[in-house]
């Protein structure tokens, strides 16, 4: 093993009895002492389907690291589940756990020298968490995805998480009965892993893959098939590897690593989150990216999957006709991704990609031909005019009117918002804003799903526009707007909107304005007062106090000196 392992600093150093003593008691024989030591950072809960059958993972790989000749060290790790909190209070913790996530393992790996961490998560912050860990800790790193849910089915269709917000929806217009309504809530989630679509969780599952930091074809296998596990054990023995020959997340996560991610994530409709996440690890591992990236990769790369939200597959359906690698082969081809970024395994994308196919199975309607794209440009739009003057995230796959100019709709929070929509309040052409739901003002930036949902499920969704400087769900499709900065608690213009002010939304030319003069602005800028902080202790609070713009990935240790 190289000469440079930190837990020589445990196993050999000048306090090494005190330090082996404590070592002998959780399984160290002397034979141990000198191999790496490698944390599993284990994201195991009950709280979420996501994470249910993850434990099984970790057994699995900590006995291959045996095997390996390392010395796995397994400790936990927390989650949140955003599909349970949505709606609620609690949803402000879910992006508030990314942070969590990311300082526990950090926290382990360092407080206790580990030689490389392998991490295994399935929910939305699962991913992000762990990738910003392993960035700051920058030692040889790999995840582990949970797993995709299969598909719930019901009348005839295949069903997901979406499918029961949005049936709410339904309902209230009074398009289901309550029986129906049941049916689709007992039936959209039939057993362990992540929402099925490509949501949040797939998305990031997907973009750590085409990084290098994850396995081929690891982040579209479903949570509950025999190839996960496999995919952990081999996982495993690709770390220590990565150990004895000092492969860094530093030489992984790289510019070109980073535009091949948001390449990938145009090509197969990706999370609106995505954004927010990449920009996030980039900014603690050094890497210069900005939202304006994310703008010039769009225009050049196609939309080649038809997956869900705005689409008809999921994502077990992406994995049986090429997964991932099928994509990036495609893009490969034709000039859109960079083949000699580096990989865990110490090869290069263009060698991982060598024997996939460049061209999608016949017969199948997954993934389209490059000729035939479901869209000529990517879906994720950045958006910038008076009323998100750093920047704003629009998700425009499925709109079939990317323009809308409407009346304000505004609204204080979430909830108020959703019950305006339940209520029949909200018409065709309307925009509705729902401000204070940013970074600080949540605190927490709260995903959006339940009210895009429900303006999907009353027949609104090419009629409504929404704006938020809070999230959306990687569930969310329709003309919305979110990560809007600067967000209305710090001042950013979308504070001073008033209702019945005009608002145009034009995803073409990536506008987003408020028909309101700069001197009115001024004159209600003049009479605005910053809102109280609404939790004085706790993490929220904590969150509230550090965190850094949308803009920049909503970040908490930004220049903390």
């Not at 598909?151 to 309902?171: C, N, Q, R």
């Not at 995903?447 to 809070?470: F, H, N, R």
């Amino acid at each position: 093993m190289s000469d440079n392992l930190r837990s020589k600093a445990i196993t050999q150093g000048t306090q090494r009895a005190p330090n082996r003593a404590m070592l002998r008691a959780v399984g160290f024989g002397d034979e141990d002492f000198t191999k790496p030591i490698v944390g599993l950072a284990n994201g195991y809960s009950t709280i979420t389907p996501c994470n249910v059958g993850i434990n099984d993972l970790a057994l699995r790989a900590e006995a291959a690291f045996k095997e390996a000749g390392a010395m796995p060290q397994m400790f936990g790790t927390i989650t949140i589940s955003d599909g349970i909190s949505m709606g609620t209070e609690g949803m402000k913790y879910s992006l508030v756990s990314r942070d969590v996530i990311a300082d526990s393992i950090e926290t382990v790996c360092n407080g206790q020298s580990m030689d490389g961490v392998l991490a295994i998560g399935g929910c939305d912050k699962n991913m992000p968490g762990a990738m910003i860990a392993m960035a700051r800790l920058n030692i040889p790193s790999i995840f582990v995805y949970g797993g995709t849910t299969k598909p719930g089915h019901y009348d005839g269709k295949d069903l997901t998480i979406v499918s029961a917000f949005e049936a709410v929806g339904e309902h209230s217009a009074g398009n289901i009965d309550e029986a129906h309504l049941t049916e689709i809530e007992r039936h959209a989630c039939p057993g362990a892993g992540s929402c099925g679509g490509m949501f949040t969780a797939n998305t990031m599952s997907s973009a750590f893959e085409v990084m290098g930091i994850s396995l081929p074809y690891s982040s579209t296998m479903a949570a509950e098939d025999a190839e996960k596990a496999d995919s952990a054990e081999k996982s495993a023995f690709a770390l220590v590897e990565a150990i004895r020959k000092q492969i860094l997340p530093s030489q992984l996560l790289t510019r070109k690593a980073f535009e091949n991610a948001i390449s990938v994530i145009m090509a197969v409709g990706g999370s609106t989150n995505s954004v927010l996440h990449l920009l996030a690890i980039a900014n603690t591992i050094g890497v210069d990216l900005t939202l304006e990236d994310f703008a010039a990769i769009r225009d050049r790369v196609p939309v080649l999957c038809d997956l869900k939200p705005s689409g008809r597959f999921v994502i077990t359906n992406l994995h049986d006709v090429g997964g991932i690698p099928l994509v990036m082969k495609m893009l490969l081809e034709h000039g859109l991704l960079h083949g000699d970024t580096l990989t865990i395994t110490g090869e290069t994308t263009a060698e991982i990609l060598k024997d996939v196919p460049s061209t999608p199975p016949a017969g199948q309607e997954v993934v389209r031909p490059w000729d035939n794209p479901m869209y000529d440009k990517g879906h994720l739009a950045i958006l910038k005019g008076n009323l998100a003057a750093e920047g704003a995230v629009a998700k425009i796959s499925g709109v079939k009117t990317p323009k809308i100019t409407g009346p304000a709709r505004v609204f204080e929070s979430e909830e108020d918002c959703l019950d305006a929509i339940l209520a029949g309040k909200i018409n065709a052409g309307d925009v509705v804003i729902v401000r204070n739901e940013g970074p600080k003002g949540g605190p927490g930036m709260r995903e959006m799903l339940a009210p895009t949902s429900a303006i999907i499920g009353a027949g609104l969704g090419d009629s409504v526009g929404l704006i938020t400087d809070g999230r959306f769900s990687g569930g969310t499709y329709g003309l919305v707007v979110g990560h809007v900065a600067p967000e209305a608690a710090v001042g950013g213009n979308i504070a001073f909107v008033e209702e019945g002010d005009t608002i145009t939304i034009d995803a073409a030319a990536r506008s987003l304005h408020l028909h309101v003069s700069d001197e009115e602005l001024a004159k209600r800028r003049a009479n605005w007062q910053p809102p109280a902080p609404r939790y004085p202790r706790g993490v929220l609070a904590k969150y509230a106090k550090l965190v850094s713009s949308s803009s920049l990935g909503a970040v908490t240790d930004l220049n903390l000196s």
